[in-house]
């Protein structure tokens, strides 16, 4: 579970274990037990850099943007909208909600866990439940994590390639892939390979 109230700006130095338990210990609302009628447009947009606006000024106020991240929710039909028990208001998000822009690896191997910090806050130990993806979205290839709740964040440049360092260095995954473990399970860093001819 990501914790969205961070003590320090960084996760380095913090052990794997620290980070976990900072994250066992964050408190999210309930955003997905509430269901209220739907009243509008936000007026608000996620740009694809992690730029929060509204009404086409930027919101600089970083605890303002902790503060709307901690409401926002992804739909079943794959729109986003910020939540409270009593309204729900539709939000604009030009790729994914979130920017991972800091890794931090412990282990090797399959005993190896990654744990990321949000640009937002939320700090997330990739695992089963929360994968990285190579996914295209319609503007090429790109690496993703889940946050929670069906929220992602696009894994910024710099972080990528800390992981496609690490990923270098180790075995190939099961499926003979370049990848990286994490919390028990593969993340493959590089599309499936496709069959050749039989």
């Not at 000024?57 to 992804?74: N, Y």
Request: aromatic share 6%.
């Amino acid at each position: 579970m990501p914790l969205t109230n961070p003590p320090p700006d960084a996760i380095a130095g913090l052990s794997l274990s620290e980070i976990a338990q900072m994250a066992a210990d964050g408190r999210l609302p309930p955003v997905e037990k509430w269901d209220p009628d739907h009243c509008g447009d936000s007026g608000m947009r996620i740009a694809a850099d992690g730029q929060w606006w509204h009404e086409g000024s930027p919101i600089g106020r970083a605890a303002l943007v902790r503060l709307f991240s901690t409401v926002l929710r992804r739909e079943p039909d794959g729109g986003h909208v910020l939540v409270t028990p009593v309204e729900k208001l539709s939000i604009a998000v030009e790729d994914a909600p979130f920017i991972a822009v800091e890794m931090e690896s412990e282990g090797e191997g399959e005993a190896r866990r990654l744990a990321f910090r949000t640009n937002v806050g939320d700090l997330v130990i990739a695992g089963p439940d929360r994968p990285l993806t190579i996914e295209d979205r319609g503007h090429g290839e790109h690496p993703y994590l889940r946050v929670r709740g069906g929220l992602d964040a696009l894994v910024a440049r710099p972080v990528y390639y800390e992981l496609a360092n690490l990923a270098l260095d180790e075995k190939p995954g099961p499926d003979g892939r370049t990848g990286l473990w994490s919390d028990g399970a593969f993340f493959a860093l590089e599309p499936q390979k496709e069959a050749g001819p039989a």
